[in-house]
T-cell receptor
Framework: EPEVTQTPSHQVTQMGQEVILRCVPI?????FYWYRQILGQKVEFLVS????????KSEIFDDQFSVERPDGSNFTLKIRSTKLEDSAMYFC???????????FGPGTRLTVL | GQQLNQSPQSMFIQEGEDVSMNCTSS?????WLWYKQDPGEGPVLLIA?????ELTSNGRLTAQFGITRKDSFLNISASIPSDVGIYFC???????????FGQGTRLTINP
């Protein structure tokens, strides 16, 4: 069964550094998302991406964040100048155009020291 | 923003018992989804609901999309140890791309 995959599974970085989190959505999906989950809390929406542009973003998704689909299979989240409070699990999700059901990847645990 | 209130926050039950949890919202949702999350993993879809009043089953799991479109429940019958985890409701409201998540229900089962 097709799955969303994410790399790396765990990223440790120093405060102020840039990180890029990578996702490979399910191959026939056209809508892509990033969510984050701070330890012990609920899943929060960051951004949605369709047709090579951002279609919706939350207040969390400020100028520090950017997304890109650099080729036909990858979808990336870049966090510039990471802060301690960026430490969280980051989940990528994707869906087709015919359903609201979003399928989530296993996540990347980001730890900012 | 839109909020989902999920209850209970946690449940401690005996193996074999039935479980019920629910989510409510002050706003109308077009879609309700139920996910299960194991520690260190991503949310895994359990059931998707698209129409008000819809009742859908997936094995021992049953979920319903409330008639008012402002609530949903998930029932698990005859719980087994692998049901342990955190269950999240999530919904999409009109005009939004994103899913809004509830706070989660942590299920613990005593064998």
């Amino acid at each position: 069964e097709p799955e969303v995959t994410q790399t790396p599974s765990h990223q440790v970085t120093q405060m102020g550094q840039e990180v890029i989190l990578r996702c490979v959505p399910i191959s026939n999906h056209l809508y892509f998302y990033w969510y984050r989950q701070i330890l012990g809390q609920k899943v929060e929406f960051l951004v949605s991406f369709y047709n090579n542009e951002i279609s919706e973003k939350s207040e969390i998704f400020d100028d520090q964040f950017s997304v890109e689909r650099p080729d036909g299979s990858n979808f990336t989240l870049k966090i510039r100048s990471t802060k301690l409070e960026d430490s969280a699990m980051y989940f990528c999700a994707s869906k087709t155009s015919s359903t609201d059901t979003q399928y989530f990847g296993p996540g990347t645990r980001l730890t900012v020291l | 923003g839109q909020q989902l209130n999920q209850s209970p926050q946690s449940m401690f039950i005996q193996e074999g018992e039935d479980v019920s949890m629910n989510c409510t919202s002050s706003s109308i949702f077009n879609t309700w989804l139920w996910y299960k999350q194991d520690p260190g993993e991503g949310p895994v879809l359990l059931i998707a609901l698209y129409k008000a009043g819809e009742l859908t089953s997936n094995g021992r799991l049953t979920a319903q999309f409330g008639i008012t479109r402002k609530d949903s429940f998930l029932n698990i019958s005859a719980s087994i140890p692998s049901d342990v985890g955190i269950y999240f409701c999530a919904g999409r409201y009109q005009g939004a791309q994103k899913l809004v998540f509830g706070q989660g229900t942590r299920l613990t089962i005593n064998p």
